[in-house]
Structures are given as structure tokens and as C-alpha cells.
């Protein structure tokens, strides 16, 4: 999927699929605020219950496989850009994401616990997948943005790049004037 609509959709399509399975694992039975809008997924029964909590977490498999593919690869490609050789990018990448997870393994029950305690599982459970959908959203605005004035740097880098290519061998032949330099190339693309 990554190769036909690029790193980034994918990354958010990724994120966007796990925080919609976390909003719908367990909506509660009453509309009563912005964590009971999935109000009407509600199941009654102990095996339609068990399916929507499985049919959840096969996607919120399927959508974190679908952004950290992505997110290692754009992590090397970072590292390539700031001139980091791939082995030792590699290897940052694998413990940023192992440090991540055990953070994660730590702290995520102990905060889940006393959600859960506080405000029932149903909505824990919508409360994460908001702020996942979030995050999710921010992370996207914020890529697209990078990207896009990397880019623009880039084209603006390579109009540089071109003049000065022009430029350099006027420069190494001892032409210390700027105006001469200019005079010299007006004379040789007219004589062409």
C-alpha cells in the first residue's frame, strides 16, 4: 500500500484505522457527550460482544501495522537526509521504538486502570481512540507541512545549484568581477 499512495497517506490511513477501532471496541448504550456518538454500535450479548471486541483489535492490528512500516521508513529516510548512514540510523530507529513500546507496556495500564475506573471501559476505550484520531490528525497537518517546504528548499536549492554550475567554471578562471562574470555570459549565450 505504501509504494502505490506514499509514506505518509499511509501513515495516516494507519493511524486513522486504530483510533476508530479503539472509539468503536466498546460504545457505551447511551448518546450522552462526545464519547458516546458510536452509541448506536452498541451490542447486547455476550458473543456479539466478544466479535465487536475481536473485529476491533484485528484492526487496530491491521492499523498499527499500517503506520509503523511507514514511520520506520520515513525515521531512515530522516536520518539519510541529515547524513546518518543506514546501519546506525537502524539501529536509533530500533531503540526509539523499543524504548516507545516498553514506556507504553509500562504506563498504558496503570493510566487505563484508573480510567477505567473512573469513567467505565466503554468510554475509556472512545477517549483513547479520540485522542489517537488527534494526534493522528496533527501528526498528519504536521508531515505535510514539513515536507512541503523541504520541498520548496529543494527546488529552490536546485535553482541555485544550476546557476552556480554555470557559474563556477567563470569563477575558477580567475574572473573576480561579478559584472564580468555577468558580461562574459551574456557574450557567450548570444554568440550561440
Known sequence: IMKKIGVIPTLSIGTVVYSVAYYVMAPPKECTGPLS??????????IPSIIQVLSSMAMIGIGIGMALVPLNELMVNE?????????????????ILNMAFTAGSAIGPLVGGVLVHKIGFPRSSALFGICNLIFSLTMTIILI??????????SVNAN?????????????????????????????????
Open 37 to 46: 456518538t458510536a452509541s448506536f454500535l452498541h451490542v447486547t450479548g455476550q
Open 79 to 95: 536520518g539519510e537526509v541529515s547524513g546518518l548512514p543506514v546501519e546506525e540510523t537502524s539501529d536509533s530507529i530500533a531503540s
Open 145 to 154: 507541512h514539513i515536507f512541503r517546504k523541504r520541498k520548496a528548499e529543494q
Open 160 to 192: 541555485t545549484t544550476d546557476t552556480d554550475s554555470i557559474s563556477q567554471p567563470l569563477l575558477e578562471e580567475g574572473h573576480t568581477n561579478i559584472s564580468e562574470v555577468l558580461d562574459i555570459s551574456k557574450k557567450e549565450a548570444s554568440s550561440q
